[in-house]
């Protein structure tokens, strides 16, 4: 069975940084793109950031471009989130979801982790 | 970019259908067969229930089902049940080489 573990959350000063991290298992790691999303306390659901299985495409949504690094390591099994200068609206649950596809394009999520929680606050 | 439109709440009585519409744009919903739903329940993660605007994964009930016109695309719940009661979100790739995520909708079962 395909596995994700996040893990790294906690509690950051604004202006501070954290990294997240996603242990996948049960799963050939570098033949599918990874995704974070993220949801704020009693929020909706917001896409964060993709990643190619390869590594060598990565996007990320207007709200976190410039200041999170999506990264993976397909011999570890592992994905990455790097977020940096974080402001209280960033304060959320992060989840990492695998893609159907290789490709991080024209795709869903079917599995998903149960999440890491980041508080912003000072 | 703006989340897609979704009503916020839906509600039908066991053994009812309801249907759930995703508004977005060319650039969105109407551009690309490459919407998805998801279902939560409270404190849990995401489940995929539809992906490529009409495919269920394996093990999903044959009671989900989806579709699209134009920039709007619906998912439809057949037979409703006490355990379809959550959150529903719909997702789309976008001419930005992104994602977005509906504005979710709360299913109630009467």
């Known amino acids: 069975d395909v596995q994700l573990l996040e893990s790294g959350g906690g509690l950051v000063q604004p202006g501070g940084s954290l990294r997240l991290s996603c242990a996948a298992s049960g799963l050939t790691f570098s033949n599918y793109a990874m995704t974070w999303v993220r949801q704020a306390p009693g929020k909706g659901l917001e896409w964060v950031s993709v990643i190619s299985g390869g590594g060598g495409n990565t996007y990320y949504a207007d709200s976190v471009k410039g200041r999170f690094i999506i990264s993976r390591d397909n011999s570890q099994k592992m994905v990455f989130l790097r977020l940096n200068n974080v402001s209280a609206e960033d304060t959320a649950t992060y989840f990492c979801?695998?893609?159907?596809?290789?490709?991080?394009?024209?795709?869903?999520?079917?599995?998903w982790g149960q999440g890491t929680m980041v508080v912003v606050s000072s | 970019q703006s989340a897609l439109t979704q009503p916020a709440s839906v509600s039908g009585f066991p053994e009812q259908s309801i249907t759930i519409s995703c508004a977005g744009t060319?650039?969105?919903?109407?551009?690309?067969?490459?919407v998805s739903w998801y279902q939560q329940h409270p404190g849990t993660a995401p489940k995929l229930m539809i992906y490529?605007?009409?495919n269920r994964p394996s093990g999903v009930s044959y009671r989900f089902s989806g579709s699209k016109s134009g920039n709007t695309a619906s998912l439809t719940i057949s037979g409703l049940q006490t355990e379809d009661e959550a959150d529903y979100y719909c997702?789309?790739?976008?001419?930005?080489?992104?994602?977005?995520f509906g504005t979710g909708t709360k299913v109630t079962v009467l």
């Open positions: 490529d605007v009409l």
């Open positions: 997702c789309s790739y976008t001419s930005n080489n992104t994602y977005l």
């Open positions: 060319r650039s969105d919903v109407g551009g690309y067969n490459s």
């Open positions: 979801a695998k893609h159907r596809r290789l490709n991080w394009n024209f795709d869903s999520f079917d599995f």
